[in-house]
């Protein structure tokens, strides 16, 4: 049973092998039908660099804004800025840090960044 297995695995493979080549020969076949002027006329156009000025690359501008930005994106990130400043600088109450980071300061500074 497990000979009968192999072989066919075998045969598999060969008939797999044989499609390949036939393929291959196809296109070998092509590539003989190709003129040597056309073989030469697409080697010398490789060997040209392309003109940036008449590429798809020149069109191609980064800053673009895309199709899928909703109108009010900008609007919305305005406030929410200006939230947290408003929170940050007018609201917050000072801390425990903030205190620490005052202790090694001058008497002189701090009465000029809070008043008298």
């Known amino acids: 049973m497990m000979r009968i297995k192999w072989i066919e695995n075998i045969l598999e493979f060969r008939s797999k092998r044989t499609l390949l080549e036939k393929r291959f ?7 003989e039908t190709i003129k040597n002027d056309e073989v030469e006329d697409d080697n010398m156009r490789k060997r040209k660099p392309i003109k940036f000025s008449t ?9 673009n804004k895309t199709k899928n930005v909703p109108e009010y994106q900008e609007t919305v990130l305005v406030t929410c800025f200006a939230i947290f400043l408003l929170y ?17 300061i001058p008497p002189e500074i701090l009465r000029q960044i809070y008043g008298k």
């Open 25 to 31: 020969s196809i296109t070998s076949k092509k590539n």
């Open 55 to 63: 590429s798809k690359a020149s069109k191609f501008l980064s800053g």
């Open 88 to 104: 940050f600088c007018v609201l917050r109450e000072e801390n425990d840090i903030d205190e620490a980071m005052i202790r090694n």
